[in-house]
């Protein structure tokens, strides 16, 4: 991270943008507009992740960047005066591998950050705290660097492009898509209580197998997201205890997470799934509940912002598809410190979080154009 980050700030360089290292790790780099040039201007952030996860690809977060360090570049290039700064941000740790825990970068920037969390450890004992000052923050500055207080100037937007990481742009064959809304989650821990016992004595009518009673719901789970329109429900890990092929299953947790557009469809199918967990804790004679559940509500994109980028698609492909994100990302995080918008750029069979991972050439021209052309708009208004 280091090295990309050298590398990123002699191209800000070349592009007379001045960076900075905060202390969160996030990379900055300011383009002043030709209006004002005070430090205490408004400003309309761009930018992505740079990190991302182990044996990944190489567009899933930094090409939001670099596209972001693209339009201020064009910005430059043609002259064009705007009334606020422009802040290309690098976010640092969206994924969230090194500590369990997602969106650092995101979260300080935007006044969120706990700093009870500066106290995390990673697998090697080594507190975040230790690692920012490791890589050349200062932890201690978490407040002065938060875009909250102000003392960075008012920021007025937030602008994310991202790779799809499905199909639907490649079905329509656009290049870009529009993202209205970044879907909630729901994810928890259902639990599962059955009866150990020999798998060559005891007779299946008297079973309580755990473990195939989480089969029944895992199915029953699948199947009603299925039925549901705009609904993602998944059971992504399972975790069986004692686990040896002699022995009927007495304990099983399931890894819940469930995502929808809308807050009320998400929790009416967890108190579904809920009652599905009843029925089967009656019909198979098993002790069955949900035994956690963290909410994370959905976040919909500024209307004017996004109006903004559809306009501008329009002008560069034939149709605009509007999509909602059923993954997480930045622009859900700064969405509560400014109006935020967000652009999704095909790719090839939808493959992300894999070295395989890839954005032609001539998609990313056309969503730094949508992109440029957008911010344009959103100076006039």
Not at 237 to 248: D, E, F
Not at 312 to 317: L, V
């Amino acid at each position: 991270m280091k090295a990309t980050h050298a590398q990123i700030r002699k191209w800000m360089q070349a592009s007379s943008i001045e960076s900075r290292l905060d202390a969160f790790g996030n990379l900055i780099g300011r383009h002043s507009g030709a209006l004002n040039g005070s430090q205490q201007a408004d400003v309309f952030m761009i930018g992505s992740h740079l990190d991302t996860v182990v044996n990944a690809g190489r567009f899933d977060g930094p090409m939001g960047v670099m596209l972001g360090l693209g339009v201020a570049e064009l910005i430059r290039e043609s002259d064009i005066a705007l009334p606020f700064d422009i802040d290309v941000v690098g976010f640092s740790e969206e994924e969230g591998v090194r500590f369990g825990f997602p969106f650092i970068g995101s979260l300080g920037i935007s006044g969120q950050f706990d700093p009870g969390d500066l106290d995390r450890v990673d697998v090697k004992g080594v507190t975040m705290r230790q690692a920012l000052a490791d890589f050349g923050c200062d932890p201690d500055k978490f407040e002065a660097d938060s875009y909250r207080s102000g003392s960075r100037g008012k920021v007025i937007g937030f602008m994310e492009a991202h790779l799809e990481q499905a199909t639907r742009l490649e079905q329509s064959n656009s290049p870009v898509g529009i993202v209205t809304s970044i879907a909630g989650q729901t994810r928890g821990t259902i639990v599962i209580e059955g009866v150990a016992g020999h798998a060559g004595t005891v007779p299946h009518d008297q079973r309580r197998d755990a473990l195939a009673g989480a089969a029944k719901l895992i199915l029953d789970i699948e199947k009603l997201g299925q039925e549901t329109p705009g609904l993602y429900a998944t059971v992504g890990a399972i975790t069986a205890k004692p686990s040896l092929s002699n022995v009927i299953c007495g304990h099983v947790e399931l890894m819940l997470d469930l995502r929808h557009e809308l807050d009320e469809v998400r929790l009416k199918s967890l108190k579904t799934i809920d009652l599905m967990i009843r029925e089967l804790s009656a019909t198979r004679d098993l002790a069955a509940r949900i035994h956690r559940a963290d909410h994370s509500p959905a976040v919909p994109m500024d209307g004017a912002l996004t109006r903004s980028l559809e306009t501008s698609a329009g002008g560069a492909q034939s149709s605009v598809e509007m999509m909602v994100s059923g993954a997480g990302h930045d622009a859900m995080v700064m969405a509560k410190l400014a109006p935020s918008c967000m652009l999704f750029v095909r790719c090839r069979d939808g493959v992300s979080h894999h070295p395989d991972e890839f954005v032609a050439p001539e998609d990313i021209r056309v969503a730094l154009e949508v992109m440029t052309n957008a911010l344009i708009q959103i100076s006039e208004t």
